[in-house]
């Protein structure tokens, strides 16, 4: 045999090995995630009308697949001390509808740096301007995403 398995008590080195092994793998996995909600406030959304900015922790954000095709990111840019993202709300609906848009500002590797949300009051058959700022240090290659949408 070219390995000889000692046992200690119900256990054997192998088995206690493994175990090791599994709560390094595990301690070193949790530690390198990054949170997905890191907030950080913002002066201001806005639209032409109703439009509001408020941070969103990722665990309340509402995705409506039928409303997300309704927005358009359009604008992702440098805005004072920070960064904006900008768009259009096109509402095709018989009635007004309030829409709730959220974009998170992340790096390159996705960690998000900040994420704001607006809502926006848009007419039947209407469409509205949107923009969001957050107060991003500038820095090279942010992204925004439109993480969610809903529609009310």
Same mark, same amino acid.
């Given at each position: 045999?070219?390995?000889?398995?000692?046992?200690?008590?119900?256990?054997?080195? %192998?088995?206690?090995?493994?175990?090791?092994?599994? %709560?390094?793998?595990?301690?070193?996995?949790?530690?390198?995630?990054?949170?997905?909600?890191?907030?950080?406030?913002?002066? !201001?959304?806005? @639209?032409?009308?109703?439009?509001?900015? !408020?941070?969103?922790?990722?665990?309340?954000?509402?995705?409506?697949?039928?409303?997300? +095709?309704?927005?358009?990111?359009?604008?992702?840019?440098?805005?004072?001390?920070?960064?904006?993202?900008?768009?259009?709300?096109?509402?095709?609906? +018989?009635?007004?509808?309030?829409?709730?848009? %959220?974009?998170?500002?992340?790096?390159?590797?996705?960690?998000?740096?900040?994420?704001?949300?607006? +809502?926006?009051?848009?007419?039947? @058959? @209407?469409?509205?301007?949107?923009? *969001?700022?957050?107060?991003?240090?500038?820095?090279?290659?942010? *992204?925004? %995403?439109?993480?969610?949408?809903?529609?009310?």
């Amino acid at each position: 045999m070219p390995w000889a398995v000692k046992a200690i008590g119900n256990e054997t080195d %192998v088995n206690r090995t493994f175990r090791s092994a599994a %709560v390094l793998l595990a301690a070193a996995l949790l530690g390198s995630c990054s949170s997905d909600t890191q907030n950080v406030a913002a002066p !201001a959304a806005s @639209g032409v009308g109703a439009a509001s900015a !408020a941070a969103s922790p990722a665990s309340s954000i509402v995705n409506e697949p039928e409303s997300r +095709k309704d927005v358009a990111l359009t604008s992702c840019a440098r805005s004072g001390d920070g960064w904006s993202a900008a768009g259009k709300v096109t509402n095709a609906q +018989k009635d007004a509808a309030s829409y709730t848009i %959220v974009i998170s500002f992340t790096d390159k590797h996705s960690t998000v740096l900040a994420r704001q949300s607006a +809502k926006v009051e848009v007419a039947a @058959g @209407g469409s509205q301007d949107w923009k *969001v700022q957050a107060g991003v240090k500038a820095q090279a290659d942010v *992204v925004c %995403v439109l993480r969610g949408v809903d529609r009310a």
